[in-house]
C-alpha cells in the first residue's frame, strides 16, 4: 500500500515536535509481514518501506500498530544499526499517511508526546 512516513525518533530517542516539520519524509510501498530472526530465534512481524526502485528503507522490526485514523497509521517497533562491530536495537516509531501521493506531509495532527506514568 502506498504510504508517506515520518520518523518520530532518531537512535532511540523522541524527536522533539517543533523540530517535525523540518524532517524529511519517505515515499513508497509499505508492506507488513511475519519474518523468521535467527538472532532473536522467533518470528517478528517486520514492516518494510520499498521506494519505486525497490530499494528497502530501513525496516522496523518487532512492528506493533499503536493507533490508526482513516487514513493514518502509527507503528512502533526498533531498528537494529551495526556500531562498533555489534548489532544494536533502538526504538522507533513511524507515522504513516496512508495511500498518499503528496510530496510531502502535515504535522497538524500529530499529538504532543505524553507522559505514560500515573502519579
Same mark, same amino acid.
Given at each position: 500500500?502506498?504510504? #508517506?512516513?515520518?520518523?518520530?525518533?532518531?537512535?532511540?530517542?523522541?524527536r522533539?515536535?517543533d #523540530?517535525? @516539520?523540518? *524532517?524529511?519524509?519517505? @515515499?513508497?510501498?509499505?508492506?507488513?509481514?511475519?519474518?523468521?530472526?535467527?538472532?532473536?530465534?522467533?518470528?517478528?512481524?517486520?514492516?518494510? !518501506? &520499498?521506494?519505486?526502485?525497490?530499494?528497502?528503507?530501513?525496516? !522496523? /522490526?518487532?512492528?506493533?500498530?499503536?493507533? !490508526?485514523?482513516?487514513? *493514518?497509521?502509527?507503528?512502533?517497533?526498533?531498528?537494529?544499526?551495526? *556500531?562498533?562491530?555489534? !548489532?544494536?536495537?533502538?526504538? &522507533?516509531?513511524?507515522?504513516? =499517511?496512508?495511500?498518499?501521493?503528496?510530496?510531502?506531509?502535515?504535522?497538524?495532527?500529530?499529538?504532543? =508526546?505524553?507522559?505514560n /506514568?500515573?502519579?
Amino acid at each position: 500500500m502506498k504510504a #508517506t512516513i515520518l520518523e518520530m525518533r532518531e537512535n532511540g530517542v523522541v524527536r522533539p515536535r517543533d #523540530t517535525l @516539520k523540518m *524532517k524529511s519524509s519517505h @515515499k513508497g510501498e509499505l508492506e507488513i509481514i511475519d519474518m523468521r530472526e535467527n538472532s532473536y530465534n522467533r518470528i517478528l512481524k517486520l514492516a518494510n !518501506l &520499498r521506494n519505486e526502485l525497490g530499494k528497502i528503507y530501513k525496516p !522496523l /522490526f518487532g512492528v506493533s500498530i499503536l493507533w !490508526l485514523t482513516d487514513d *493514518k497509521l502509527g507503528l512502533t517497533g526498533f531498528e537494529r544499526i551495526m *556500531k562498533d562491530g555489534e !548489532l544494536v536495537d533502538y526504538a &522507533r516509531s513511524w507515522v504513516c =499517511r496512508m495511500n498518499s501521493d503528496e510530496a510531502g506531509r502535515s504535522n497538524e495532527h500529530v499529538t504532543p =508526546r505524553r507522559d505514560n /506514568f500515573r502519579h
